[in-house]
């Protein structure tokens, strides 16, 4: 559940879903959608899509390919070697300002849409990539990366084609036409959607895990793990559910994607490695300069929201949150069941939401369970209850996450 700060945006959002089935550009829609379809992509272009997205030739320099920050070995995960919570990019001592999310399972991501729920006074966003919902479609968010200075640092398309002219100019003419590198933005919008193609494959969505059989009927869960998913669904305990949507009741995995690909403004300490918040100016605002560029109404009541994540593989994740604050999944679960009833155990200089401008703290979520306690109460997970979280956060582990190739770099 996610309690706005409705003094400013109840007015003008419920206007516009009366008049018009948009928020500006994006669209308004009356019910959520239903998990995508299997996509029938040609397994050409899946296979062209894996080979570029293992291949570290296509970066500048190179040595990083998608799979060194997107690592098999920790479930598409990982920051690149990296131990301060982001990543590392092509150039040396070029780091990133968040953390790297897992690529498993963005079959079922959507587009950016607006919905109002039946929590909600007014509707809200969904859907879209990156933590701050900057591409709308996977084809998009795959080709971010190979353009970012701090990623893949290409400069421009025409470097880029070059270097899939040079090692793919068969596959892509067989896949794109023959006429596919006359101009240097198709052949960049080609690598996407053969990044997207493989990116949504069945290899990429294995639904394998402990949790997986458990619905499916074919394995159990222990009594600790069952006392985890209790306290997950809990709404007067853990509350996880009410972002980190599934259903237990389906034996359809698809409708378990622990995510509601939502936003919400948790306020995670500030990562105090990173060097740009070594500059007390700086701020990551997340989701609002998506907003202001897509000229939603009030962008600043975004400032501080990022995307709520799917839970698949969590466990295996070498860090945790936007910001890569935690390097632990207890502790990112105990921020969740303290962060109101002792502050000060996360937010160390004693600024309570210290990685939010202070214009923008009344948009941090104070409402919603667990959230909603005051500073020294009895919080609503004991220790043994964050202990039990954990237990089943780690039945979403995928038995065959690693079996892709672990070796990314190609020279």
């Not at 919080?379 to 996450?401: C, G, R």
């Amino acid at each position: 559940m996610r309690l706005l700060a409705l003094k400013r945006i109840l007015g003008p959002l419920v206007l516009l879903a009366v008049l018009s089935s948009a928020v500006a550009a994006t669209p308004l829609y009356q019910e959520m959608p239903a998990p995508a379809a299997k996509p029938d992509d040609a397994p050409a272009l899946v296979a062209l899509g894996r080979k570029l997205f293992f291949d570290a030739r296509l970066s500048e320099p190179r040595g990083t390919s998608c799979a060194s920050c997107h690592a098999p070995a920790q479930a598409f995960s990982g920051n690149h070697g990296s131990r301060i919570g982001v990543a590392l990019g092509s150039r040396p001592a070029s780091l990133g300002t968040r953390n790297t999310p897992s690529v498993l399972y963005l079959r079922y991501t959507p587009p950016r849409f607006f919905y109002q729920d039946d929590d909600a006074l007014a509707p809200i966003p969904f859907g879209g990539f990156f933590w701050d919902g900057r591409a709308d479609t996977l084809t998009e968010q795959a080709q971010g990366p190979l353009f970012n200075p701090l990623e893949m640092n290409n400069r421009n398309p025409r470097q880029l084609a070059r270097k899939l002219a040079q090692a793919y100019a068969s596959d892509m003419r067989t896949q794109f036409g023959a006429a596919i590198f006359e101009r240097p933005e198709q052949a960049s919008q080609a690598a996407g959607r053969a990044l997207q193609a493989f990116l949504r494959s069945d290899e990429m969505t294995p639904f394998s895990s402990k949790y997986d059989d458990y619905i499916r009927g074919t394995g159990k869960l222990d009594e600790i793990e069952l006392r985890g998913l209790r306290l997950f669904k809990d709404p007067d305990k853990g509350n996880c559910a009410s972002c980190h949507k599934f259903n237990d009741k389906s034996a359809n995995p698809a409708r378990s994607m622990f995510t509601d690909f939502g936003y919400d403004a948790a306020a995670v300490p500030r990562n105090r490695r990173i060097a740009e918040n070594r500059n007390p100016k700086f701020y990551d605002v997340g989701l609002c300069k998506t907003a202001a560029d897509l000229k939603w109404p009030d962008s600043s009541q975004w400032c501080a929201y990022f995307k709520t994540p799917s839970l698949r593989n969590v466990a295996v994740r070498e860090s945790y949150m936007h910001n890569g604050v935690f390097t632990s999944l207890r502790d990112a679960v105990a921020f969740y069941a303290t962060r109101a009833t002792s502050p000060g155990d996360w937010y160390k200089t004693g600024v309570k939401f210290d990685d939010v401008p202070a214009a923008y703290r009344e948009n941090v979520n104070i409402n919603s369970v667990p959230y909603n306690r005051r500073k020294g109460s009895t919080p609503a997970l004991s220790d043994s209850d964050v202990d039990d979280l954990v237990a089943f956060l780690k039945t979403l582990t995928d038995a065959q996450f690693v079996k892709l190739p672990t070796q990314s770099v190609r020279k």
